[in-house]
């Protein structure tokens, strides 16, 4: 089968998590859905109007259809937007490494995202939760632009507080009349509570601003590069490195990536 043909699916929901960020829950209409795990992606296409990369922001292991969440930014993301549960898509994937699970066995988990960028945290969330046992305190730092910018908040305020040892700290760049909670940019409130390094393994994902600076707090709270994992999101096209849109240095972000960690990271050329 051509890698570079998509599989026509159907919309079948469209939750509104955001303003401008909606979770579109989606089926092949042939066959299965492709086996994927945290942290991978998948070409979508609007026909007519073009492709996107998505982390693909459900769980696989929870069977059920894919679900993409995506920020409305140009014309691919926002023709997705624009349509009504029914509408015919096309998806090719799963595309690009996962977050290695495997190697956390034991581990605390802070996970940090920012934005859009809880959409592949999500995804790594649940899955860690469904083996919950395996991994020592879970802790959750997100932040949005504005309260009514969080994503997930049903998993956020409601599903993920309530399982065993899990600790939820939400900011927010700019607070409105309702809010009680932090006012301070990720970075800042990560500082602001201080997790130990001990024993422990962060996963960060956000804007690149915000990756940036919060890998220097992690740093500064005593973190090592091995200890710390994170996303990149270059612009891509094939997906399946042949294009070379993706490369840095020697490296595919959409093969070799989108999860490094920070001790990776640092061998790269700093293209991105
Ligand atoms: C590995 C990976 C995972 C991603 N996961 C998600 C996700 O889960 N949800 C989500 O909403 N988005 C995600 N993105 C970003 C998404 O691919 C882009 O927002 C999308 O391609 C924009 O397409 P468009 O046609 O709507 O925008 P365009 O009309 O092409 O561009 C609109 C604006 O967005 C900028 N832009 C386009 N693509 C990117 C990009 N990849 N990175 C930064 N800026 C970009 C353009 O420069 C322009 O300023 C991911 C990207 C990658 C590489
Ligand atoms: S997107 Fe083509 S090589 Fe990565």
């Not at 026909?47 to 409305?72: D, H, N, Q």
């Not at 991994?135 to 507080?161: H, T, V």
């Not at 301070?184 to 997790?195: D, I, R, S």
Request: proline share 7%; with cysteine.
């Amino acid at each position: 089968m051509n890698p570079l043909v998509p599989q026509v699916a159907t919309i079948k929901n469209i939750v509104v998590e955001t303003p401008d960020v909606r979770t579109f829950v989606v089926e092949p209409d042939h066959g299965q859905t492709f086996a994927y795990r945290p942290g991978q992606c998948a070409m979508v296409s609007v026909f007519g109007v073009g492709e996107a990369m998505l982390s693909i922001s459900s769980t696989a292991r929870r069977g059920g259809p894919l679900e993409f969440s995506v920020k409305r930014v140009g014309r691919v993301t926002g023709a997705l937007h624009e349509a009504e549960p029914g509408h015919r898509i096309g998806v090719r994937g799963p595309y690009g490494n996962h977050f290695p699970v495997e190697d956390w066995a034991g581990s605390n988990l802070l996970f940090i995202g920012g934005g859009i960028g809880l959409a592949p945290l999500r995804a790594l969330i649940n899955h860690c939760l469904d083996e919950r046992r395996r991994y020592g305190k879970f802790d959750i730092i997100y932040g949005a632009r504005s309260p009514q910018d969080l994503c997930f908040q049903g998993e956020l305020m409601e599903n993920w507080p309530r399982a065993e040892d899990v600790g939820v700290h939400l900011t927010v760049d700019a607070a409105d009349g309702d809010w009680k909670g932090a006012v301070a940019l990720v970075p800042h409130f990560l500082e602001k509570l201080g997790p130990s390094p001990e024993g422990t393994t962060a996963i960060t994902c956000g804007p690149p601003i915000m990756i940036k600076y919060t890998l220097a707090s992690l740093k500064k709270l005593g973190f090592s590069d091995h200890q710390i994992v994170t996303t990149l999101e270059l612009k891509m096209q094939c997906g399946i490195g042949k294009c070379g849109r993706c490369n840095i240095g020697s490296k595919y972000v959409c093969v070799d990536g989108p999860v490094f960690t920070y001790a990776q990271l640092k061998e790269l050329p700093q293209e991105y």
